[in-house]
């Protein structure tokens, strides 16, 4: 292989998306601009190993995505982890994906803050960093850290040695650096959403009407 100028940065994205909302949405929709992806793979989550399983069956949150993506030609969705046994595993899904796409392509997985500073109870964790670059975006509750001393002492040494605030920096190499993204936080949650579905509450200007609808129709969270 001979050498390559510049990597095409392809986004991944994970989450149960429980619903899918604005949130995610937006976040995507401004790393297109500010690290120059060239799409964004939304990956629903089967089975969490961390996290308490999803209240939408598998099958309604990929019918979600399906419908909140289809208009932007930059996002798809990938369902290998809701169609895969047992519970989702970064790692695992980032080596395959690793193994698919050209030479010329870097992968970016896209998290909140909120699971950065636990990724190091993920399985493989460092390996990670051998596949891809970590984009960490800020959460409702959480800012994105100015530096590591915040960080479990596991996360700290990574941190300082691959935290890059240079965008550009991430198409000069496949994998390996961490950079903190400075996105619109729109204050909006999948657990909000539930919360008030359960309630009666509008969930209105939350999530893509279309969203919305399938939610209804299909009676889920109440």
Not at 63 to 83: G, H, K, V
Not at 180 to 191: G, K, M, N, P, Y
Not at 209 to 214: A, G, L, Q, R, W
Request: glycine fraction near 6%.
């Amino acid at each position: 292989m001979g050498i390559i100028d510049k990597f095409s940065l392809i986004g991944i994205y994970g989450g149960t998306f429980d619903p899918i909302h604005y949130g995610h949405l937006r976040i995507a929709e401004e790393l297109l601009d500010l690290i120059d992806l060239k799409q964004v793979i939304f990956v629903p989550a089967g089975v969490p190993r961390l996290r308490v399983s999803p209240v939408a069956s598998k099958n309604h949150r990929a019918a979600m995505l399906r419908l909140a993506t289809q208009d932007n030609p930059f996002f798809s969705i990938d369902e290998r982890e809701i169609n895969r046994s047992g519970s989702s595993v970064t790692v695992h899904t980032l080596s395959e994906y690793r193994n698919e796409l050209s030479d010329n392509a870097a992968l970016c997985f896209i998290l909140g803050i909120d699971a950065f500073v636990k990724i190091h109870q993920w399985i493989e964790w460092q390996k990670l960093f051998e596949l891809c670059h970590l984009i960490v975006v800020a959460r409702p509750g959480y800012a994105v850290l100015p530096d590591n001393q915040a960080l479990p002492v596991e996360i700290q040494k990574e941190f300082s040695l691959r935290n890059t605030a240079c965008a550009g920096d991430l198409s000069l190499q496949a994998n390996g650096y961490i950079y903190l993204a400075q996105t619109s936080l729109l204050d909006i949650s999948a657990s909000q959403i539930r919360s008030f579905l359960n309630a009666g509450k509008s969930i209105r200007y939350l999530l893509p009407e279309n969203v919305s609808d399938y939610i209804k129709s299909n009676r889920l969270y109440i």
